[in-house]
């Protein structure tokens, strides 16, 4: 019996070695370009954060009340953040609009959009500061928009209602420095005055430094002009007129 024979198994040929540049294909090319673009945007989006914006600085302290003007202030260059709305734009002091300020501005201090009033557009309307402890003032619960009556209360006599219905522009705690200053028990509040002759009748009041301040902000019209309790006083109430503040 013949023995079998064994022919050796001969391997395969091996498969050619692709080139490099042959495994990159449309796939990769689509990735490298999306992380590329990432990146650019990445890079956009630091740069906008770099940005700048121009905020005015006050050259001399600013009593509330006063007129604003473009000369009052310093343009300065600071980084852009999420608080450039608190600040004044450009556009905004550089037109032809009437502001007042609101409260108290210290030299070197920017000028904040909070620290302006509303656009005034009557050239009649005053505005007048009237700084008062806050236990005399509703305990500081007075703020812009309310409306307040001013009482005289000089010792040892009647008291008056001299101002009422004042609308009130602003009102704030006075800081230790800057151009008002005070206590931290002190209350500044900012007042239009609209009727001629209030300003005159409210700056002798406070220089009594002898009255009061009530919130009257939704009060009924029937208000007592002078103490009743007094001798010889009118229990007189002021008319429903429409008038933004009344003498006495």
Same mark, same amino acid.
């Given at each position: 019996m013949t023995q079998p024979t064994y022919s050796p198994q001969v391997p395969p040929p091996a498969m050619?070695?692709?080139?490099?540049?042959?495994?990159?294909?449309?796939?990769?090319? /689509? =990735?490298?370009?999306?992380? =590329?673009?990432?990146?650019?945007l990445v890079l956009a989006v630091l740069q906008a954060g770099n940005s700048s914006i121009t905020i005015f /600085?006050?050259?001399?302290?600013?009593?509330?009340?006063?007129?604003?003007s473009l000369?009052?202030?310093? &343009?300065?260059?600071?980084?852009?953040?999420?608080?450039? *709305?608190?600040?004044?734009?450009? %556009? +905004?002091i550089t037109e032809n609009?009437?502001?007042?300020?609101a409260r108290s501005i210290s030299k070197? +201090?920017?000028?904040?959009?909070?620290?302006?009033t509303p656009e005034v557009n009557k050239s009649d309307v005053r505005l007048q500061s009237i700084p008062i402890d806050k236990s005399l003032a509703v305990s500081g619960r007075i703020a812009?928009?309310?409306? /307040? *009556? /001013?009482?005289?209360?000089?010792? *040892?006599?009647? &008291? +008056?209602?001299?101002?009422?219905?004042? +609308?009130?522009?602003?009102a704030s %705690?006075?800081?230790?420095?800057?151009?008002?200053?005070?206590?931290?028990?002190?209350f500044v509040i900012t007042v239009a005055i609209k009727r001629?002759?209030?300003?005159?009748?409210?700056?002798?009041?406070?220089?009594?430094? %002898?009255?009061?301040?009530v919130r009257s902000t939704g009060t009924s019209s029937d208000t007592v002009l002078r103490d009743p309790y007094c001798e010889n006083g009118l229990d007189t109430s002021l008319d429903n007129s429409d008038s933004d503040a009344s003498g006495a």
């Open positions: 050619p070695k692709r080139k490099v540049g042959s495994r990159f294909t449309s796939g990769h090319l /689509i =990735m490298v370009v999306s992380g =590329m673009l990432a990146f650019l /600085i006050a050259k001399d302290d600013i009593v509330a009340g006063q007129q604003l000369s009052q202030f310093e &343009a300065k260059e600071i980084p852009s953040s999420a608080l450039n *709305d608190v600040y004044v734009n450009k %556009s +905004e609009k009437t502001f007042f300020a070197g +201090e920017p000028l904040l959009d909070r620290s302006r812009r928009g309310d409306r /307040i *009556d /001013i009482l005289n209360t000089p010792e *040892d006599q009647c &008291a +008056e209602r001299v101002l009422r219905n004042l +609308e009130v522009v602003e %705690s006075a800081s230790s420095g800057g151009a008002l200053g005070g206590s931290s028990g002190s001629a002759g209030d300003d005159l009748t409210l700056a002798g009041v406070i220089s009594t430094g %002898s009255f009061q301040v």
